[in-house]
């Protein structure tokens, strides 16, 4: 990140224009590498209920990418983490799970876990450099058919 590049983290309360536009992205760019019953990804709807905080990063006040946590009795999940290509390597996505373990930390939970996809390499490189290890199915996951998570890769973190 250079010295000219300031990433702020934002809650967002409810569904704006900004969060359906990165949404829409990250929804693109995962429906042209996995078949829809693959998908786990919330719909926009649902993003906002009161058990999840929903964050976007902006750098320089741009929208650079966004993501969630959802708070459950045992653990937090992370929901919808996105950077856009562009703003990648500025230190948007530690920005941004900084927020969301901050979040998780704030209720009580000591334990974050996350599913992603097999084909996302770079979001597997980072989670593994912040600390998370693969772990297995847990939560609505651990009940689908082997089919549906096929292509999900499930970590976790000690908080």
Do not use: W
Not at 13 to 27: D, K, N, T
Not at 140 to 149: G, K, N
């Amino acid at each position: 990140m250079s010295d000219k590049d300031t990433v702020t983290v934002e809650l967002v309360p409810a569904p704006s224009e900004e969060v359906r536009v990165l949404v829409g992205e990250l929804e693109e760019i995962l429906a042209a590498e996995y078949p829809p019953e693959q998908r786990h990804g919330l719909a926009l709807e649902a993003i906002f209920k009161p058990n999840i905080h929903f964050f976007i990063a902006r750098v320089e006040g741009v929208p650079a990418g966004c993501g969630g946590v959802a708070l459950f009795a045992d653990f937090a999940e992370v929901k919808r983490m996105y950077v856009r290509e562009t703003a990648r390597g500025r230190g948007v996505a530690p920005a941004l799970l900084a927020q969301i373990e901050s979040a998780a930390r704030g209720a009580a939970l000591t334990l974050l876990r996350l599913e992603t996809g097999t084909r996302q390499m770079a979001a597997l490189r980072f989670y593994e450099r912040e600390g998370f290890r693969v772990c297995p199915a847990f939560g609505e996951y651990a009940a689908m058919a082997p089919e549906f998570i096929a292509t999900s890769v499930f970590m976790e973190k000690r908080l």
